[in-house]
């Protein structure tokens, strides 16, 4: 008789997610890892599938949750050697599970490449009691100084990472980030550690603005303050930011950027936008010459991640605020802060 278990599933968009008691419990084929589930993270993607906001076309039912920690159950043939894993190991598994040898793969843009599956949409992910980590997925051990709520937050890092890797910040760069979620936050933390003259988080106050303070921020201001603009003045005699990331996923934080930032700067866009920006075109050529980089996904992130937390350099403990069982998973989805309250990443416990 095969066991079963928990998990939730998504059945299409729009508040189509069910838990569900019965779901078979995967096996490992060749090469492949079965894990428990020790927590997984909410996403803003999560809660765009479960709002209807979502852009992306995706094949239903799937088990949601890309932001995940789990701990080996089992081993397909040869996945031990293969990933380097034993059974009792802590891992965290790559979210994009990239495939054949294309343009991009050849160039080591793995997370570009054409054939991808992608854990949470395209294959089963973690909000589940277990989960099967593929063979080709790119699998990185959990040190054992970080806590299950630590190694949660490893994908949305390992995302911050990316973006403040694009955007090269250099030691008198005055660096301005819009938007204090997990990877916002996570840019915070990571901007610190290459020591640039000022960090400048762009935010609604409140709890979020201390908490940034107190990991690598110099200044806060909400979007609206109108002393942003003059404290990046004063500090750039007037020219404007160095360094601009987009983590807000709001398009009006990108236009505010426009403004703030000085001739020839480099703007980082890392955000997914359910709104199309309105821009003068003027600006990124004619009247500034900006350096516009996209930003997607976490490349040769993780283990950086990992052992930035483990170090003690990022505080990936104080970063996850909230933890749900399954059973509770629409209210975490849909949870807000409340007033005074800090709220950075939300996230289940199967274990609960």
């Given at each position: 008789?095969?066991?079963?278990?928990?998990?939730v599933r998504c059945h299409g968009f729009g508040h189509k997610h069910r838990l569900e008691t019965d779901i078979p419990m995967p096996e490992p084929g060749p090469g492949e890892v079965l894990v428990r589930v020790d927590m997984s993270g909410i996403c803003a993607a999560d809660r765009a599938m479960w709002g209807d906001t979502a852009p992306w076309q995706l094949g239903f039912p799937f088990t949601p949750g890309h932001e995940f920690t789990g701990t080996v159950a089992a081993l397909g043939e040869g996945a031990g050697a293969l990933h380097g894993l034993g059974v009792g190991d802590r891992a965290v598994a790559e979210l994009n599970v990239s495939q054949g040898n294309?343009?991009?793969?050849?160039?080591?843009?793995?997370?570009?490449?054409?054939?991808?599956?992608?854990?949470?949409?395209?294959?089963?992910?973690?909000?589940?009691?277990?989960?099967?980590?593929?063979?080709?997925?790119?699998?990185?051990?959990?040190?054992?100084?970080?806590?299950?709520?630590?190694?949660?937050?490893?994908?949305?890092?390992?995302?911050?990472?990316?973006?403040?890797?694009?955007?090269?910040?250099?030691?008198?760069?005055?660096?301005?980030?819009?938007?204090?979620?997990?990877?916002?936050?996570?840019?915070?933390?990571?901007?610190?550690?290459?020591?640039?003259?000022?960090?400048?988080?762009?935010?609604?106050?409140?709890?979020?603005?201390?908490?940034?303070?107190?990991?690598?921020?110099?200044?806060?201001?909400?979007?609206?303050?109108?002393?942003?603009?003059?404290?990046?003045?004063?500090?750039?005699?007037?020219?404007?930011?160095?360094?601009?990331?987009?983590?807000?996923?709001?398009?009006?934080?990108?236009?505010?950027?426009?403004?703030?930032?000085?001739?020839?700067?480099?703007?980082?866009?890392?955000?997914?936008?359910?709104?199309?920006?309105?821009?003068?075109?003027?600006?990124?050529?004619?009247?500034?010459?900006?350096?516009?980089?996209?930003?997607?996904?976490?490349?040769?992130?993780?283990?950086?991640?990992?052992?930035?937390?483990?170090?003690?350099?990022?505080?990936?403990?104080?970063?996850?605020?909230?933890?749900?069982?399954?059973?509770?998973?629409?209210?975490?989805?849909?949870?807000?802060?409340?007033?005074?309250?800090?709220?950075?990443?939300?996230?289940?416990?199967?274990?609960?």
């Amino acid at each position: 008789m095969t066991a079963s278990m928990k998990a939730v599933r998504c059945h299409g968009f729009g508040h189509k997610h069910r838990l569900e008691t019965d779901i078979p419990m995967p096996e490992p084929g060749p090469g492949e890892v079965l894990v428990r589930v020790d927590m997984s993270g909410i996403c803003a993607a999560d809660r765009a599938m479960w709002g209807d906001t979502a852009p992306w076309q995706l094949g239903f039912p799937f088990t949601p949750g890309h932001e995940f920690t789990g701990t080996v159950a089992a081993l397909g043939e040869g996945a031990g050697a293969l990933h380097g894993l034993g059974v009792g190991d802590r891992a965290v598994a790559e979210l994009n599970v990239s495939q054949g040898n294309d343009f991009f793969r050849q160039r080591g843009l793995y997370h570009l490449t054409d054939r991808m599956e992608v854990l949470g949409a395209t294959l089963d992910g973690g909000w589940a009691d277990y989960m099967i980590y593929p063979a080709e997925a790119v699998i990185h051990r959990v040190p054992e100084a970080l806590s299950d709520k630590a190694a949660c937050y490893t994908e949305p890092l390992a995302n911050a990472i990316h973006g403040v890797e694009r955007a090269d910040i250099q030691f008198d760069d005055v660096v301005v980030i819009a938007g204090a979620g997990p990877i916002g936050m996570g840019m915070v933390q990571a901007a610190a550690l290459k020591t640039p003259r000022a960090i400048i988080l762009v935010n609604p106050a409140g709890p979020k603005h201390d908490f940034a303070l107190a990991h690598g921020a110099s200044h806060a201001f909400a979007p609206d303050d109108p002393k942003l603009a003059e404290a990046i003045g004063d500090l750039t005699g007037g020219r404007g930011a160095d360094v601009f990331l987009e983590a807000s996923g709001r398009s009006s934080a990108f236009e505010q950027g426009l403004s703030l930032v000085r001739k020839g700067a480099r703007m980082v866009v890392f955000g997914v936008y359910k709104q199309p920006a309105s821009i003068d075109l003027n600006i990124l050529g004619e009247f500034k010459e900006l350096d516009i980089r996209g930003g997607h996904l976490a490349p040769f992130t993780y283990a950086t991640a990992l052992d930035l937390m483990a170090r003690g350099k990022i505080d990936g403990d104080g970063s996850v605020t909230h933890v749900y069982p399954l059973e509770e998973f629409e209210e975490a989805i849909d949870r807000v802060a409340s007033p005074g309250e800090l709220q950075i990443k939300v996230a289940l416990d199967p274990r609960l």
